[in-house]
């Protein structure tokens, strides 16, 4: 098990721009052009604190049929978690619409687990697999599952909460290690 905290994040005003444009925020409107919104997802990426707690569980695993998105020869829990979150920052900067904090907090945990999804794919990589796309953990049962294999509570703080995940500004993902085809060629 692996536990990486206070890593730094980026986060990349393109796509800020893009999930602002996708949900009808305009964010030029409230001031927020390509210089603004770049410090300001600056001063916002130094005010996280970013962790991720992830491991990889081998077959054959209790609970590889309610964590694993598919059989494979092995699979990979990921907990991503902003902390507080942009709750410290969010009172400071009021200029920014309020439409568009969750796609932020979004944004931001995209980016966490795609840190940590990197370096297990490093070890896969080792040892000839290949991963599956990400599948995020959503039933009650699922979170408990995989919060209790990844001793969540303790190197993170983060808890399930009436079927949630506590503090909100937490992910939890798995993916499927599977074997590379060999490509067959002409004998």
Known sequence: MRKIKGFK???RPHVVKQRAKKFKIDIEAAGLGE???AKFLERASKALTPGVVFDTFGHP???QSLLSPMPGLAYSLIL???????????AKEASIPEALWPYLEEHALDEAVRFASALIADEAEKDNCELSPLS?????????AALRKLDAGAKLGVTVDNGRLSPSASLAVSQSWLAKSKAKGRK
Do not use: K
């Not at 902390?83 to 969010?90: K, L, M, N, Q, V």
């Not at 995020?136 to 408990?144: D, H, K, R, T």
């Open 9 to 11: 994040l980026t986060l």
């Open 35 to 37: 210089l603004a919104l």
């Open 61 to 63: 695993d209790a609970d």
């Open 80 to 90: 991503a978690s902003l902390g507080e979150g942009f709750g410290p920052i969010r």
């Open 136 to 144: 995020p953990i959503a039933s009650p049962e699922a979170l408990e």
